[in-house]
Each structure stands twice: as C-alpha cells, then as structure tokens.
C-alpha cells in the first residue's frame, strides 16, 4: 500500500514515565499540531496515553480532558521497541494521524490501526516519499538529514 508521506518521530517531549505492565502505560507529550485518531480528530496540546486494557489506549487531552479509546495491535517488529519511548504520526499534506506510541519496550510498543480516511489518503498518494522528523520539545519539527531518510 502506498502510504506515509511524512512519518513524524514524535519525540515530542515525552515528559512523564512509562510502564511496560498491562494496564500501567502512561505516557504524556505535547503534541504541535492537529492530528487524527481512527475517527476522533484533536487539537494541538498536551496529551496522556493509558492503557486501561490489553490491546486498548484511551489518548487524553490534559487540557481540556476530551478522550478517545483505541484498540491497538503489537507492532509488526520488534525493532520497533528500540528502547526509546516514541510517539509516531503518519502525515499527508497537512493532516496527521497517530499510527504508534511505545514506552521503549517490546511489551508496551503498539500501533494504531490505520483509519478510512488515511487509507483513502495513502491510496490517493500516487508518489509516496517517507521523510522522517523529529518535533522538538518547543515544537520545532527538525528533519532528519538526507543519508536518514
């Protein structure tokens, strides 16, 4: 499937700890721009991931306490879980849309399902070009240098 044209490596300020037990991830970074969650669109903002459930996230926003539940699936490879916990957005044009978090562990790695309107989005992409970023903890979106790509 043609897809991602902007995967986001959100080491977006990751501020709190995390968990690998079931039911004890808890992760919380800032997120600079408006993003796409299955159907649930948010805003920018501080937001919290739980897992109150196996394969089950609820997001929270801190802000303003609006809140999805996502059923979730282990990643696909283990090199996934690099040790590094990691918020990570697919992007197309201007829309983003969260595809995995990870507290840096096998155990606690997960990536969310891809929605209707990402999958229209990927299939309609006839020249999908993956640049990996990095959002900075101010916000900054800093690309990664060309022998990353």
């Known amino acids: 499937m043609k897809r991602v044209l902007l995967l986001a490596l959100a080491a977006i300020a990751i501020t709190t700890t995390s968990y690998a037990q079931s039911g004890n991830l808890k992760l919380r970074f800032r997120v600079p721009f408006p993003f796409t969650v299955e159907n649930a ?30 059923h979730v ?13 990691k918020v990570v957005f697919h992007r197309y044009g201007s829309q983003y849309f969260l595809a995995a978090v990870s507290d840096g562990s096998y155990q606690a790695t997960y990536d969310l399902r891809l929605s209707k309107e990402e999958k229209r989005l990927a299939d309609a992409n006839s020249t999908p070009r993956m640049r990996v970023v990095s959002v900075l903890a101010d916000g900054t979106v800093q690309p990664a240098s060309d022998g990353q790509q």
């Open 41 to 70: 669109t948010f805003g920018e903002g501080e937001y919290e991931v739980t897992q109150p459930d196996r394969l089950i996230l609820m997001l929270r926003n801190v802000q303003d306490q609006s809140s999805a539940f996502q």
């Open 73 to 85: 699936q282990p990643p696909q490879s283990r090199k996934e879980a690099d040790g590094r916990m």
